[in-house]
T-cell receptor, first 116, second 115 residues
Framework: AQTVTQSQPEMSVQEAETVTLSCTYD???????LFWYKQPPSRQMILVIR??????QNATENRFSVNFQKAAKSFSLKISDSQLGDTAMYFC?????????????FGKGTKLSVKP | DTEVTQTPKHLVMGMTNKKSLKCEQH?????MYWYKQKAKKPPELMFV???????INESVPSRFSPECPNSSLLNLHLHALQPEDSALYLC??????????????FGSGTRLTVV
């Protein structure tokens, strides 16, 4: 069974600084997707960034980038130039490629607070 | 329209009540999902619909009854719930069950309180 582990329950960062959120996962599959979702107090889960396991190049989306280490099964999220609006719960998630269940498996989340 | 709309946003119901949660999307997505999220926990999958047919039921108690009347609409019918069923219920959709170029699109959820 696949598992996703986020070892940092809470983190804080000063506005404009850079912060890295950690995520590790366990799977015996070779092809899969990894995601970071953001859930602000408004509750809506918003996709931040996604990575296909077969791609070696790390995904980037504006201020958000990942460090994907497939052999180590690590998928960290770096937020540059942190903004107050980045304050949210961040969930790392995993899904098998081509899996029949279409089930996103979430980590327990990291609560990020951006301080002015 | 790039949204998943859930109604109501908040719901308080008694243990003998019958109520329904509604989820709607007009993005042409053919897979729709119900998740349950307890406070400070990650979402947990309840049901998956693909092309309006129930694809997955994650051993959810029968007091939760999903329905997909058409490709744009997903309902969750609630009956005889328990206080421990109080949670945020999230609906999501994706283009296909296994098409994840854009991940899932989530709604803002219904905050359910059972009294």
């Amino acid at each position: 069974a696949q598992t996703v582990t986020q070892s940092q329950p809470e983190m804080s960062v000063q506005e404009a600084e850079t912060v890295t959120l950690s995520c590790t996962y366990d799977t015996s599959e070779n092809n899969y997707y990894l995601f970071w979702y953001k859930q602000p107090p408004s509750r809506q889960m918003i996709l931040v960034i996604r990575q296909e396991a077969y791609k070696q190049q790390n995904a980037t989306e504006n201020r958000f980038s990942v460090n994907f280490q497939k052999a180590a099964k690590s998928f960290s999220l770096k937020i540059s130039d942190s903004q107050l609006g980045d304050t949210a719960m961040y969930f790392c998630a995993f899904m098998n490629y081509g899996g029949s269940q279409g089930n996103l498996i979430f980590g327990k989340g990291t609560k990020l607070s951006v301080k002015p | 329209d790039t949204e998943v709309t859930q109604t109501p946003k908040h719901l308080v119901m008694g243990m003998t009540n019958k109520k329904s949660l509604k989820c709607e999307q007009h993005m042409g997505h053919r897979a729709m999902y119900w998740y349950k999220q307890k406070a400070k926990k990650p979402p947990e999958l309840m049901f998956v619909y693909s092309y309006e047919k129930l694809s997955i039921n994650e051993s959810v108690p029968s007091r939760f009854s999903p329905e997909c009347p058409n490709s744009s609409l997903l309902n969750l019918h609630l009956h005889a719930l328990q206080p421990e069923d109080s949670a945020l219920y999230l609906c999501a959709s994706s283009q296909e069950l296994r098409e994840l170029n854009y991940g899932y699109t989530f709604g803002s959820g219904t905050r359910l309180t059972v009294v």
